[in-house]
């Protein structure tokens, strides 16, 4: 784990994010089938340059229903990263009980997962996913009970009517992050005029993602260095409407800090129904 006193990194830093233009321009991203990497989107960029908050010297104060995030420690007995039967046989029970742990959910159950990295030869040759740099949030309204639908279709009817949310994890898996971190903005400062429907176009289905437009008010987090035994638990929806975070935004990014002999980010991301 990095050490949070003597880690040396900057308060805030001005990276630019990617938002999008909420202007009536048809939004999506299309992603080819399995095996592919191709990718392509629609819709009018809108980059801009940011403060960026370093987390680590704040890094006990976020909660998941407030802030709709937090940074945990969490040691992994995995491996091997790249070995999928191992991350479905050690890795998820891993994520279920975290998730559990952080959300006070009675059930947890991970559906999917995603290998990324920055290494565009190492991408292609092992058929993974290039980081992403536009802000956003992996469900909608519509999306997410649907999803419920799609991975427990025999109970959904009844699950839809009590509370449900769907958590993601995020972890380095090899090697501290040193170039294209994911940052995180604190729930409460974006609006719900901020989010932009933008549909996830797939070779058998249409789902539906929200896109993220320009706001000054948006507080951005990221975790400099961030390591293999550290995790960003986060919400991407929240059936409630209580007060809560709902939706966390969030992007890879460039970071002006980089050093120039940076080692490409590989990182994991699961996604989970927790039922409450």
Partial sequence: MSDLATLDAPSTIEPIVNYIVNDGA???????????????????????????????????????DADGFRFVRHDTQMKDFFAADEIKRVYYP?????????????????????????????????????????????????????????????????????????VQVWRPIRYPVENHPLAIADARTVSPEDFVLSE???PNRVGQTYAIAYNPAHKWYWLPRMARDEALVFKVYDSAKDGRARWTAHTAFDDPTSPPDARPRESIEIRTLALF
Wanted: positive net charge.
């Fill in 200 to 202: 996830r176009r797939y």
């Fill in 26 to 64: 048809e939004v999506f991203t299309y992603t080819g089938g399995p095996g592919s990497t191709e990718v392509r989107s629609g819709g009018n960029p809108d980059p801009r340059k940011v403060t960026m908050h370093n987390a680590r010297p704040l890094i006990d104060r976020f909660k998941l």
């Fill in 94 to 166: 891993e994520m279920e009980a975290l998730i559990k742990a952080e959300s006070g959910a009675k059930r947890v159950v991970v559906f999917d997962h995603t290998i990324r990295t920055a290494d565009k030869a190492f991408r292609e040759q092992h058929k993974l996913r290039e980081t992403v740099q536009r802000a956003h949030n992996d469900y909608t309204e519509w999306s997410g009970p649907q999803r419920l639908r799609d991975i427990l279709p025999d109970e959904a009817d009844e699950l839809l009517k009590r509370r449900f949310a769907i």
